[in-house]
């Protein structure tokens, strides 16, 4: 069985943003043992938990993705001795109508990108679009992780 991922991309006000009540972020660290055009295969620490994901060439708004949950000092490890580049991040998540959004405070060599995710059920629906959203970037390969795990906002 397929598992598809459909997901837009937007930047974020970093003004509006700031001004929200809003959680704090969950962090992540995230490392990639591929990066090529037909597959990404990352390796992701957050909450005591570790991650192995598998995601499929993309067609601007969905891929195949399929996600595992292994043992965090395997994933540590991975990252460690299989990755030399890493993506760290503080994760918001903000209920928005139906949907939750998923913001992204970048931190270390990206620092200063902050990118809202919506995943949605069909690549169709309709979605409240919160005061706080910047510029659509879905399809920007610019502002994918393993992107930015090769060449960190920083450098832009």
């Not at 591929?34 to 891929?63: C, N, Q």
């Not at 399929?66 to 001795?81: G, S, V």
Request: charged fraction near 30%; aromatic fraction near 12%.
């Amino acid at each position: 069985m397929k598992h598809m991922e459909i997901e837009r991309k937007f930047l974020v006000d970093k003004k509006q943003w700031a001004l929200l009540k809003k959680p704090e972020g969950t962090k992540f660290i995230q490392g990639y043992l591929s990066i090529d055009a037909k597959k990404i295969i990352r390796v992701r620490v957050t909450d005591g938990l570790g991650f192995l994901t598998i995601k499929g060439s993309s067609d601007s708004i969905s891929r195949p993705e399929y996600e595992y949950t292994i043992p965090m000092e395997e994933a540590r490890d991975l990252i460690r001795l299989f990755t030399p580049t890493h993506v760290e991040k503080a994760r918001t998540k903000i209920q928005a109508g139906k949907y939750t959004w998923e913001v992204d405070e970048f931190l270390g060599e990206n620092e200063g990108l902050l990118l809202a995710e919506i995943e949605l059920e069909d690549p169709g629906d309709v979605f409240e679009m919160p005061a706080w959203l910047g510029e659509e970037v879905t399809g920007d390969e610019r502002y994918y992780n393993a992107y930015l795990s090769l060449h960190p906002f920083r450098t832009w």
